[in-house]
């Protein structure tokens, strides 16, 4: 059995004689954990005649430390199945077998994927409804606060990956039963804003950067600052 691996780690399995890639296995090498620890496995190259393999670690890149409000995220949610656990969430799903059921996902993935969503904030555990022994994953305030990032990702998706005939489900609104509209990015003075309509700007001394003046406006401060008081 293959050594245990940490959370965020991927197991590599090369052989010996020189490795070649093979597959991606997400549900692992025969589980390919222990202590219930989920491992992604790449599986390089075939068995020796010997059957013996030599496992190799490979850690994933943390964004933790990064100033980046994108990349930080990405611990959290930045692989599929964290948002397709979120996406079940929202749609009310709320026990482990509902996710695996719904997602068809190995126990120690699901476990694992949970678990990290739990340590973010973004879900938590309660008491099942139904008072057995089990327990539920519900959102939080901070996992609710994904809504509007799934609802951009389906209509990116449903404009970019489906053909019309293909869509069968479509986001309404509860109370009317209405098609949502499309989300929009709008100025504080209500104008419709676009790649080329906005920026990110350097935030120093926790104040924000004043956008820089225009020529005309430079030459008229000169200009007072010639003029006698």
Known sequence: MEPAVSTFHTAVLVEEGGPRVVRHLLT????CSTGNVAVEVYVIGRASLSGSWRAAMVKRTSHKATGCPIARPLDAIGDWWSLLIIRDA???YERFGEFQKSLGLAKNILTTRLR????H???????ASDGS??????LTKKGLGLFPLLVALR???EEHFFE?????VRLVDRKFGQPVKRLELRSQDGRLLGPEDAEVRKISSGLR?????SSAQQVNDGRRKKDPA
Request: hydrophobic share 30%; aromatic share 10%; proline share 11%.
């Open 28 to 31: 692992g090498v025969n589980d």
């Open 90 to 92: 929202f749609d009310g």
């Open 116 to 119: 990290n969503l739990v340590e």
């Open 121 to 127: 904030g973004i879900l938590e555990t309660a008491p």
């Open 133 to 138: 022994a089990y327990q539920k994953y519900v």
């Open 155 to 157: 209509q990116w998706g």
């Open 164 to 168: 019309p005939s293909e869509l069968d």
């Open 209 to 213: 950067a004043s956008p820089r003046p």
